[in-house]
């Protein structure tokens, strides 16, 4: 053992368990095991993969490490309706010309936090293809800001003017042909066309401003999409879209611009400072980097300051694989939450610039962490991540989240290769006989899967649903 967990106990579901004190007795257990699964199941293949992981990369400062404390420090609060100044919505069309690659207008950057409110505004939504929520990330807390997924949520934030009868409509939502989120909603006239083929002028744009109140003076923050939806098209052969879905569309990588030079809008105080930034939503071979899949307006007495990361600038690449495990106690549970535990690589990166652009990050280290993020029964256990084991006893009362740090995790392959992970569960009164449960292969019952860290876990003895797995559709 290379280190005895100690903050907490942590335990695992059982009920009315048999001592399993030989190797014939495990193996009538998993058996029974997979018999439940396939009856609980009855639709989806054993004859697959059980990674349901993207892998996709967040990306963080180099100060990402420290505890995150501090997300009570600030707010985020909606106000009432802005009407977009159409000379603000012209000038950005110069400046990030659709279809263009219009990098070379901005750098990888980072912000920090002015002495006073300021707030951002949507103004403009370019033809994106993918979905995505909009997160920024003040002194190390992450904050959702604005979420785009979930049409029900967001339906009314945006609004455009019909030009023929001068009525707002929402952008989408309604079951109007207004709904299309990609809509292009120039106010020139220029665009006319609607998702359903109808035509129609578009005069005005409003949008819900959102305000941060009281956030750290002169605390890093970035912003980063939060992509939920590819538009890709290209499939895994299982439930989601390739390619960037569950990737962090980041300022610190260079997927977003911020345009400083801003002809301040005519409907924003003379003592405010304006800044323009604009999004792309996705890092894939065949984007345009025209940065306007999202445009937002920032002002505020001062607003945040981008710093450019220069050449040598390190910024880390974070990817991570969340395992969801069953310890066996019982062999009618697939609750999946007996052990919920991150897994991650962090590569440590900086940019090339030629010409103005970034043309390769190069990587200066490499290290893997973990952290335990559930613990849902009652069962000690040895877990073992790569080359390391890690212990625990148990107590009856434990049922929370621990989020305990395992942080000299080595030989993990879970990115490129076999998952290394496993665990051996001691049963109950047993005296220190275990059971071994590893990473399933295609056919067997898995007792371990593999998801994207943002999948949240069960309540106890609640069944993860059936869609959770790939279920086979007829040709």
């Known amino acids: 053992m290379m280190m005895v967990i100690a903050a907490s106990s942590m335990v695992a579901c059982t009920k009315n368990a048999d001592l399993f004190d030989s190797s014939a007795i495990e193996q009538n257990a998993k058996a029974t095991y997979a018999e439940n699964f396939t009856k609980k199941y009855p639709n989806v293949d054993l004859n697959q993969s059980w990674d349901f992981s993207t892998k996709q990369s ?62 951002i505004i949507p103004i403009y939504q370019g033809q994106a293809g993918a979905m995505w929520n909009l997160h920024v990330v003040v002194d190390g807390v ?58 129609n002028i578009v005069t005005a744009v409003r949008s819900i401003p959102f305000t941060f109140h009281d956030f750290p003076v002169g605390a890093n923050m970035y912003f980063y999409l939060d992509v939920t939806v590819s538009g890709s098209g290209d499939w ?24 400083q030079n801003v002809p301040r809008p005519a409907n924003i105080a003379e003592d405010n400072e304006v800044m323009i930034i604009g999004c792309e939503d996705a890092d894939l071979k065949d984007s345009d980097w025209d940065c306007n899949d999202v445009v937002f307006l920032v002002y505020g007495k001062t607003v945040p ?25 019982a062999t009618d ?29 190069t990587e200066t280290g490499k290290r893997q962490e973990a ?17 390391k084991e890690y212990a625990a006893g148990g107590q009856d009362t434990f049922q929370t989240s621990p989020d305990l740090k395992l942080d000299d995790v080595t030989g993990w392959t879970g990115l490129t290769g076999v998952h290394n992970i496993s665990i051996q569960v001691q049963q109950k009164d047993n005296n220190g006989v275990y059971n071994n449960v590893k990473f399933p292969r295609a056919g067997e019952a898995p007792m371990i899967i593999a998801v994207d860290p943002s999948q949240a876990w069960m309540s106890e003895r609640q069944s993860v649903p059936e869609s959770w797995f790939y279920i086979p559709t007829e040709e």
């Open 58 to 119: 967040d990306y963080r400062l180099g100060s990402g490490n420290k505890a995150r404390t501090r997300a009570g420090e600030g707010s985020i609060v909606n106000g009432s309706w802005y009407e977009v100044d159409n000379n603000t919505l012209s000038w950005m069309h110069e400046q990030l010309v659709e279809g263009e690659d219009n990098r070379s207008l901005g750098n990888p950057f980072y912000m920090t936090v002015p002495g006073n409110d300021f707030t």
């Open 333 to 361: 549970d697939f609750d999946f939450n007996d052990i919920v535990v991150d897994v991650t690589e962090i590569r440590t990166i900086y940019p090339t610039y030629t010409n103005g652009v970034v043309t390769k990050w």
């Open 142 to 199: 992450d904050y959702l800001v604005w979420e785009k997924s979930n049409s029900e949520i967001q339906k009314g934030d945006i609004q455009i003017k019909d030009g023929d009868s001068d009525e707002w409509h929402n952008l989408h939502g309604g079951g109007q042909s207004w709904e299309n989120w990609n809509s292009l909603y120039n106010t020139d006239g220029s665009d006319k066309w609607l998702a359903d083929g109808s035509q």
């Open 236 to 259: 895994d052969g299982k439930y989601h879209e390739m390619n960037n879905v569950g990737a962090h569309e980041s300022s610190l990588k260079g997927q977003m611009l911020a345009l």
């Open 371 to 387: 952290v335990i993020r559930h613990l849902g029964g009652r069962l000690p256990f040895i877990l073992k991540i790569g080359n």
């Open 305 to 329: 300051k981008p710093i450019k990361i220069e050449e040598g600038d390190e910024i880390e690449e974070v990817k991570t694989v969340r395992y969801m495990i069953e310890d066996l106690g």
